[in-house]
């Protein structure tokens, strides 16, 4: 059964600074991994998807990368800003069962 | 615009009644998603549906309905049988199947039961 982790659950760091979030899998065998993000008692944003070919996505001031054999993958965050603050999951498709597994994320907050 | 949208935010229910939560999508696609967060949780998967009048049972679907009579539309019922419905209830859509697209979310209902 494919378990995706997060850790930590919650991170704090001052404006401006770069930072790295990161997700672990047990299961090497996705078709691909996504980056979402969940402001306060709201839906979900998809930020990046990557599928298992390749290695890295990038949008804007945000970079994710996936390394399947070792189970990681990160998202990173440049010259992060206050609105920047929210919940950021990961999320993997694994076998044919056609569903994400989630992680149960990463809560930022970045301080002005 | 192009989207999904939940109705209600909020919902209230009595013990033993059931409810009703609505999806919709304008998007044109094929399939659509259930999930339940709780605090401190990962999303979950409640149904899914990859073509009109077909859907499939998630990891939690015990006391819970769906039907997919319209591509637009996937409402889901939360039946007296659900020990303990209160929580977050999100539905999302994407082209096709998981495998290659994002998935797109909708805000999101929350279902309080008094």
């Known amino acids: 059964k494919q378990e995706v982790t997060q850790i930590p659950a919650a991170l704090s760091v001052p404006e401006g600074e770069n930072l790295v979030l990161n997700c672990s899998f047990t299961?090497?065998?996705?078709?691909?991994l996504q980056w979402f993000r969940q402001d306060p008692g709201k839906g979900l944003t998809s930020l990046l998807l990557?599928?298992?070919?390749?290695r890295e996505q990038t949008s804007g001031r945000l970079n994710a990368s996936l390394d399947k054999s070792s189970g990681r993958s990160t998202l990173y965050i440049a010259a992060s800003q206050p609105g920047d603050s929210a919940t950021y999951l990961c999320?993997?498709?694994?076998?044919?069962?056609?569903?994400?597994?989630f992680g149960k994320g990463i809560t930022l907050s970045v301080r002005p | 615009d192009g989207g999904i949208t939940q109705s209600p935010k909020y919902l209230f229910r009595k013990e033993g009644q059931n409810v009703t939560l609505s999806c919709e999508q304008n998007?044109?696609?094929?399939?659509m998603y259930w999930y339940r967060q709780d605090p401190g949780q990962g999303l979950r998967l409640i149904y899914y549906?990859?073509?009109?009048?077909?859907?499939q049972k998630g990891d939690i679907a015990e006391g819970y309905s769906v039907s997919r009579e319209k591509k637009e539309s996937f409402p889901l019922t939360v039946t007296s049988a659900q020990k303990n419905p209160t929580a977050f209830y999100l539905c999302?859509?994407?082209?096709?199947?998981?495998?290659?697209?994002?998935?797109?979310f909708g805000p999101g209902t929350r279902l309080t039961v008094l």
């Open positions: 999302a859509s994407s082209i096709a199947g998981v495998y290659t697209d994002t998935q797109y």
């Open positions: 299961d090497s065998a996705i078709y691909n």
């Open positions: 990557i599928q298992s070919s390749q």
């Open positions: 999320a993997v498709v694994t076998g044919a069962n056609s569903k994400l597994t």
């Open positions: 998007l044109n696609h094929d399939a």
């Open positions: 549906s990859q073509i009109v009048n077909d859907f």
